[in-house]
């Protein structure tokens, strides 16, 4: 969905060359999308942020919990912004047949592998002579403190003698990113992002570090 025509076209073009794909709808009426959307099961959403009607993101905050978005656009600071949704992938403009296909190769990896990573993935952590057993998905953010860090969950704070190179590596790395020295989040439970800041779904703000403002950015342009 889009509000340009050619872009349109260009995205339902490549999506017939692609056998397993099957455009139900691709146009720049979006509120014909959103009637579409209540009715019918749909896997990926080709969506620009910029559209006259309603913002990408404002449609991402409607339908977040039940679709996945591959976001087409030509201004790459969205990117950030965007991944606090379900977003498999964010295709810079213009659009290439082959970024376009490597987009729907990872919306493929994720469903064989990710979807059930995230069922059966969990983190054991020892903290206080106990085993912990956390799910990633309850995880607001980590923080660094020298020696040891501190996951803060949506139930408690837990402390453990770890650092954060090493506790990164043990969590799904399609949903974890380290934005400063102390802090590691998910992306998931990103709420706002303000100039070098983030507002985790908590409330709480963390700070952007400047060395990993770029990496973070780095980061998304991949994904």
Do not use: C
């Not at 959103?34 to 006259?52: A, R, S």
């Not at 964010?90 to 729907?104: A, D, M």
């Not at 020696?147 to 990164?168: A, G, P, Q, S």
């Amino acid at each position: 969905m889009d509000d340009e025509p050619f872009a349109v076209r260009l995205i339902a073009d490549y999506a017939s060359k692609v056998p397993q794909l099957n455009v139900l709808y691709a146009d720049s009426d979006v509120y014909k999308a959103m009637e579409i959307l209540h009715k019918e099961t749909v896997d990926i959403i080709f969506l620009d942020i910029q559209m006259p009607q309603l913002t990408g993101i404002e449609l991402m905050q409607l339908f977040n919990q039940k679709h996945n978005f591959i976001i087409t656009s030509a201004y790459p600071q969205y990117a950030l912004d965007a991944y606090q949704f379900h977003v498999i992938d964010f295709l810079l403009k213009p659009v290439t047949f082959n970024r376009f296909y490597q987009s729907i190769e990872k919306y493929n990896r994720w469903q064989q592998t990710f979807q059930q990573q995230d069922i059966n993935h969990f983190l054991f952590v020892k903290a206080d002579r106990k085993h912990y057993k956390i799910s990633p998905d309850s995880i607001l953010y980590i923080e660094g403190l020298k020696d040891y860090i501190r996951i803060h969950t949506v139930d408690e704070k837990i402390m453990v003698l770890e650092n954060m190179k090493d506790i990164l590596e043990k969590l799904p790395q399609q949903h974890f990113v380290r934005i400063h020295r102390s802090y590691i989040i998910p992306l998931n439970k990103i709420k706002v992002i303000e100039g070098n800041q983030i507002q985790m779904a908590d409330g709480t703000f963390l700070p952007i570090g400047e060395t990993y403002r770029k990496l973070v950015n780095e980061w998304v342009e991949r994904r």
